[in-house]
């Protein structure tokens, strides 16, 4: 009986250390195949883009993400989950299709931006601005 309830006690314990965890962005993304292989139909280096993705990106993602794409805008600390560092090098390995797919499709604390941001081009043009907020 003395073994059942340490039993129970440790798995209380084990269950609210990863629900607290999951509530605070903790799980990784699922990120569906055709997104990862996606590639950027887009030029990276094309300057109108690259404005047109960083009007876009002020407008949509500086509140939460920061000027400077740190996690740091004013509404962060109103987010559950961890906004991210977009000039870290962990950030910056993936792929552009995934960086798509969280950008565009979210989930979480992160909007779905299909309805905002129709022309998919766009979006691509915010994951090329945001590429550069890691140089």
């Known amino acids: 009986m003395k073994n059942l309830k340490s039993f129970l006690i440790v798995g ?30 887009t030029d ?8 047109i993705g960083e009007e876009l990106y002020m407008q949509h993602c500086k509140s939460c ?5 740190l996690g740091d805008g004013p509404k962060a600390k109103d987010q559950n989950g961890d ?4 000039s870290s ?14 950008s565009y499709i979210g989930r979480d604390d992160m909007p779905n931006f299909e309805k905002k941001i129709t022309d998919e081009e766009e979006m691509w043009f915010v994951v090329n601005f945001v590429r550069t907020l890691g140089e």
């Not at 906004?83 to 977009?86: A, N, V």
């Not at 910056?92 to 797919?101: N, T």
């Open 65 to 69: 993400h920061g000027k400077e794409g």
């Open 12 to 41: 209380l314990i084990a269950f609210g250390l990863y629900a607290f965890t999951s509530s605070q962005g903790g799980e990784e993304w699922e990120i569906p195949a055709k997104y990862k292989k996606m590639t950027n139909p």
């Open 83 to 86: 906004l991210g560092d977009f």
């Open 44 to 51: 990276p280096e094309d300057e109108e883009g690259l404005e």
């Open 89 to 102: 090098e962990k950030f910056q390995k993936q792929s552009d299709g995934v960086v798509f797919y969280k």
